[in-house]
T-cell receptor, first 116, second 114 residues
């Protein structure tokens, strides 16, 4: 089984609909992240969380919200989806850098969202 | 903030030849430079990283070099094989800050021609 699991893997929706992408992890990491990938634009950080009570905005948080329901679960919501939110979304986890950890990111396999 | 430029966007090489991908960064405070490989339909995976206290690091056919003065770092893949075909991302940031402080390049699509 994958260490970082994203659901759904693919979703097609219409403009204005509410969408939730879910992420769960079995790595035991405190840190979780949501990234957006667009062709030719690399990986852009949307939100991140260092523990259940901690939520932080990344570089492109507008139009998105997140919920950290448990140490192992971090969900991303689009309250009212729009076509320019069509992209590939990745959840990732990491340990705190130091004490033998590099802060390596462990990514899920991605959720492809299409907003019509 | 940090700005990372990555070149080329697409690189096609013959199987067995070497491939080099280059990145530049802007923030002299950055001291951690990882490289991620993304295979088709999968999430990125760390393949090698380097910290600013060393100039070069090797792992079998993969090496990364860092020039702090010029603020650039490069990924070198020797004896390329079909399984090296993927998108490669460089990143730069402060090691102590963790992944939230990383800035990624836009990616290089490496194509290995048989």
């Amino acid at each position: 089984d994958a260490d970082v699991t994203q659901t759904p893997r693919n979703r097609i929706t219409k403009t204005g609909k509410r969408i939730m992408l879910e992420c769960s992890q079995t790595k035991g990491h405190d840190r979780m992240y949501w990234y957006r990938q667009d062709p030719g634009l690399g990986l852009q950080l949307i939100y991140y969380s260092f523990d259940v009570k901690d939520i932080n905005k990344g570089e492109i948080s507008d139009g998105y919200s997140v919920s950290r329901q448990a140490q192992a679960k971090f969900s991303l919501s689009l309250e009212s989806a729009i076509p320019n939110q069509t992209a590939l979304y990745f959840c990732a986890t990491s340990a705190l850098p130091g004490q033998g950890n590099t802060g390596e990111l462990f990514f899920g396999e991605g959720s492809r969202l299409t907003v019509l | 903030g940090e700005n990372v430029e990555q070149h080329p966007s697409t690189l096609s090489v013959q199987e067995g030849d070497s491939a080099v991908i280059k990145c530049t960064y802007s923030d002299s405070a950055s001291n951690y430079f990882p490289w991620y490989k993304q295979e088709l339909g999968k999430g990125p995976q760390l393949i090698i990283d380097i910290r600013s206290n060393v100039g070069e690091k090797k792992d079998q056919r993969i090496a990364v070099t860092l020039n702090k003065t010029a603020k650039h770092f490069s990924l070198h893949i020797t004896e390329t094989q079909p399984e090296d075909s993927a998108v490669y991302f460089c990143a730069a940031g402060a090691f102590e800050g963790g992944a939230d402080g990383l800035t990624f390049g836009k990616g290089t699509h490496l194509i290995i021609q048989p």
